[in-house]
């Protein structure tokens, strides 16, 4: 199991943990909504509990919980601006549809 950092998101994630002063890592989760049925939620995290998951990855810590890491194992996270839009990518292996807005995604069946 592991999810990994791209240089430029690891960076982003040092630079924001930098000006903010604290907090462990990057919060990676999912929670079910839109109309493929996941969505990715993304938080800076001050703290680590004991049913979370942590990976580092180039010097950063990624926590995940429990019941998210079976949606996202293998995720890849990269940071990208285009234009007037900055925003994390994923490119996850277990995706097996999205919608076409890109906000949801299914998964295949285990």
């Known amino acids: 199991m592991a999810i990994t950092?791209?240089?430029a998101a690891a960076q982003r994630v040092s630079d924001h943990l930098e000006s903010r002063g604290h907090g462990e890592g990057l919060r990676l989760g999912v929670k079910t909504t839109g109309c493929s049925g996941l969505a990715y939620v993304?938080?800076?995290?001050?703290?680590i509990s004991p049913e979370d998951q942590v990976f580092t990855s180039r010097g950063v810590k990624v926590i995940v919980d429990g019941d998210s890491i079976k949606y996202i194992d293998g995720t890849e996270i990269d940071f990208a601006?285009?234009?007037?839009s900055t925003a994390f990518r994923f490119k996850n292996p277990n995706v097996a549809?999205?919608?076409?807005c890109g906000e949801s995604f299914t998964v295949n069946p285990s």
């Open 5 to 7: 950092l791209t240089e």
């Open 42 to 47: 993304v938080d800076f995290a001050d703290e």
């Open 97 to 100: 549809d999205e919608c076409g």
């Open 81 to 84: 601006s285009d234009g007037f």
